[in-house]
């Protein structure tokens, strides 16, 4: 968990929010990175506030799903309606499909992983920033929100409920009536 350097030499142990590079920021991208800096805020792993929250609903809520004022007024996400929401909106990928240089800020793609079977989904941890050291963003089971590797998302949820390696799936938003970043400046010739 990375940690706010000017919170650790005070002895806090809360998370350092989200450090979205200046580079080309989407306004998306910035909206986000203001929610997971709200949901770490009242999620501190050493004590957190709002401990029923399940991770669909940290991730659902930080990528902006549903119309409300802020966290403590989302209601919660059950598996099922993770699971529900994942199949309308998402559609699986390959991890090498994400780009190596992707950043949440700077792109209007959205990614999710999706941990154990997604029509029972297990977690969810939306893709933040593939060059950093903890590229995922999430709730874990018996902490607070914050960013995780890839490493410590497997130690947390392999062989639990009969999770697998193998149960790690990536996932794109879907872009329903709008045309997807990655095709803008391309020409479809639709054929009935």
């Not at 940690?3 to 002895?11: F, I």
């Not at 709200?38 to 999620?43: A, D, F, N, P, R």
């Not at 501190?44 to 990528?63: C, F, M």
């Not at 309308?88 to 941990?115: C, G, M, Q, T, W």
């Amino acid at each position: 968990m990375q940690k706010n350097l000017k919170s650790e030499a005070a002895g806090s142990s809360t998370s350092a929010p989200f450090q979205p590079r200046m580079v080309k920021m989407d306004y998306d991208g910035i909206l986000i990175s203001e929610r997971m800096t709200e949901i770490m805020s009242m999620c501190d792993r050493n004590n957190p506030i709002y401990e029923q929250v399940s991770s669909y609903s940290v991730a659902l809520y930080a990528l902006g799903f549903f119309e409300c004022p802020d966290f403590m007024s989302f209601q919660d996400v059950s598996a099922d309606e993770a699971s529900k929401i994942l199949n309308e909106n998402f559609s699986e990928i390959a991890f090498k499909e994400i780009p190596d240089n992707y950043h949440l800020s700077e792109s209007k793609e959205r990614y999710l992983l999706v941990i154990g079977d997604p029509m029972f989904p297990k977690h969810f941890a939306i893709v933040a920033d593939r060059c950093g050291n903890r590229p995922y963003f999430s709730k874990l089971p018996f902490f607070g929100a914050g960013y995780d590797s890839m490493d410590e998302l497997i130690n947390e949820f392999v062989d639990i409920d009969g999770v697998t390696p193998d149960d790690f799936h990536f996932y794109q938003k879907n872009w329903y009536g709008q045309i997807p970043p990655s095709s803008k400046g391309k020409i479809y010739i639709v054929k009935d």
